[in-house]
């Protein structure tokens, strides 16, 4: 009879499946990656392993049946297999499962935060070989206040201090480690976000400087089918560190039976920063490489990227021709601005022709901002009416005075388009309004080449930059990328003598291409930029052309596959 903690008897899985559990983090691992990761952490009968967050138990079944193959003694089993799990009813499960199945567990129901690890007093287990798992995926917006608190702690007896932005299993992997023996092995189902999100910086670390030996098995195919996050398999083992990773690729669960390692492709993962490029293949992950050190240089070559004006309340302080007409405000009290949101930015630039097209359309292309000494009868109902509305007790209101005046911020020399589904965008500005931050924006530099501003957002469109936003911008939910200032600031443009020299070719056919732009056909805009910026300007092959779209495509095609595009998404 498997041992556990529990108050309560065991019920049929089937019962004890709730409406809670997606709240809770909780995906139910394919059995086939659960067999993979016991038969690799656990290498001899009398291994003692841990699956911190149990859950049903797969991973204690897998583990009690390979123990059983190796000879274990089976009647021994809840002094070698442990599972921990917070869900009382998941382990009322996970007794009548393992049961049935003849194998055996000790089980606790408690927050594995609430273990102490073996090197401090009062832990109740002993030091494992092995701790296998699927952390709960629970991100930050919903792992907060006292549960933080506890998780955060954990990971910082273990060295690793962790962001506020921290998803939970970053937290789990890092405490679960601290019950391994120093040659212990760790192997775990993490999301794809180890590779590709900057709180996970202090995970990857770690990583290095924790374990002699690091294996990431990265899948082609969404493993999870109630889950829209990709997954790596993470294998580690060993203490002391090490200098670089290695890479196994495969389609789906049902290849890592044959999964070999002696073939596996060594990697040195950037020493700060994400490792998005790790999702790649090694050859387009080189060429990758090779075609940045050599013809590209990072955007803030150009300009820095600068956030738009926060108002607190864009709703109230971004107004409609005829919202300004209504209250009687007039031009002296707003300032032109690109309207909140990207969506009519669907052009190599934006013009004041555009500007009155969107105003006449009642787009929002004003924003509020009057001098402090204003008063006219207008504005003072204008005002009157945001307080009505509650505007002024919006943070940002209350931390500026008057709340009523947004900082606006200068005109920049183009937008940026720092949220999509399929790229980033630069639109050059040359209706010289202003914009609200929906958007970012690039003031260039002096020294800038006089070509950069019409010639930038046509050039972007190649098949490197493409790659390079999928590799340094952040993938979210439903498909979408995501570059704060700082990452677009990386990403890779090309240098200005490439730069001049494509743009030379490519600029009698602008309009032309512009055209195709805006009615959507951007693969034959990259197809053509590709041709004259890749092949003719920077000499390289058509094969090397088309691995390097196809390595954009691939990557694009994961992060697509976490949700679906918005209809009239840019």
């Given amino acids: 009879m498997a041992v556990a903690v529990l108050t309560s008897l065991a019920e049929p899985l089937s019962v004890v499946e709730d409406d809670n559990r997606h709240a809770r983090g909780a995906f139910f691992t394919p059995q086939a990656i659960a067999d993979f990761l016991a038969s690799w952490a656990i290498r001899t009968p009398d291994a003692t392993v841990l699956d911190p967050t149990c859950g049903e138990s797969v991973f204690l079944i897998a583990a009690g049946r390979h123990l059983r193959t190796l000879g274990a003694d089976l009647s021994h089993l809840d002094s070698q297999v442990y599972g921990i799990d917070l869900h009382a009813p998941s382990l009322d499960a996970s007794v009548a499962l393992l049961t049935e199945m003849g194998l055996d567990a000790h089980l606790t129901a408690e927050d594995v935060f609430d273990v102490p690890t073996p090197d401090q007093l009062g832990c109740p287990l002993p030091l494992m070989d092995a701790v296998v798992g699927n952390p709960p995926f629970v991100r930050y917006q919903e792992h907060r206040g006292e549960a933080r608190r506890r998780s955060v702690q954990a990971a910082l007896r273990q060295g690793v201090r962790l962001s506020g932005l921290a998803s939970s299993w970053a937290s789990v992997v890092i405490h679960a480690s601290g019950f391994l023996k120093p040659d212990g092995r760790l192997a775990m189902v993490l999301p794809a976000e180890l590779l590709t999100v900057h709180y996970a910086e202090p995970v990857r670390q770690w990583l290095r400087n924790r374990f002699s030996g690091v294996t990431l098995v990265m899948f082609e195919r969404l493993q999870f089918e109630d889950a829209l996050e990709n997954v790596v398999l993470l294998l ?327 949700g679906t595009p918005a209809d009239g998404d840019a």
């Fill in 236 to 562: 580690a083992h060993g203490s002391g560190g090490c200098d670089s990773f290695q890479l196994k690729y495969v389609s789906d669960a049902s290849d890592l039976a044959q999964l070999q390692f002696g073939d596996a492709i060594s990697v040195l993962p950037a020493s700060q920063g994400k490792w998005t490029d790790l999702l790649l293949p090694i050859s387009q992950r080189r060429l990758y490489r090779q075609a940045v050190e050599k013809s590209f240089v990072p955007l803030d070559t150009y300009g820095s990227p600068t956030l738009g004006t926060v108002t607190g309340g864009n709703d109230f302080f971004t107004l409609s021709d005829a919202t300004k007409e209504e209250f009687g405000l007039r031009e002296e009290h707003l300032k032109k601005i690109c309207p909140p949101g990207t969506r009519h930015l669907r052009s190599l630039s934006f013009g004041m022709g555009d500007w009155n097209q969107l105003r006449e359309a009642g787009e929002r292309v004003w924003l509020l901002h009057p001098e402090p000494t204003h008063r006219s009868a207008g504005l003072q109902r204008y005002i009157a009416f945001g307080k009505s509305q509650g505007i002024d007790s919006a943070y940002k209101c209350q931390i500026r005075s008057p709340w009523w005046r947004p900082p606006a911020v200068a005109v920049p020399d183009l937008f940026f388009t720092y949220m999509s589904h399929r790229y980033p965008r630069l639109i050059a500005n040359t209706a010289r309004v202003s914009f609200v931050n929906s958007m970012h924006g690039l003031r260039l530099k002096k020294e800038a080449p006089a070509q950069a501003k019409a010639a930038l957002p046509l050039l972007m469109l190649n098949s490197v930059t493409m790659l390079g936003a999928e590799v340094v911008g952040r993938s979210y939910g439903g498909g979408i990328l995501k570059m704060e200032p700082r990452e677009a600031a990386a990403l890779p443009l090309p240098k200005p003598n490439c730069l001049a020299a494509a743009w030379e070719i490519l600029r009698p056919e602008r309009d032309a291409l512009n055209r195709q732009l805006q009615n959507g056909l951007w693969t034959n805009v990259v197809a053509r930029v590709d041709e004259v910026l890749l092949r003719q300007v920077l000499g390289l092959s058509t094969d090397d052309g088309c691995t390097l779209h196809g390595a954009a495509r691939d990557l694009r095609a994961r992060r697509l596959t976490r």
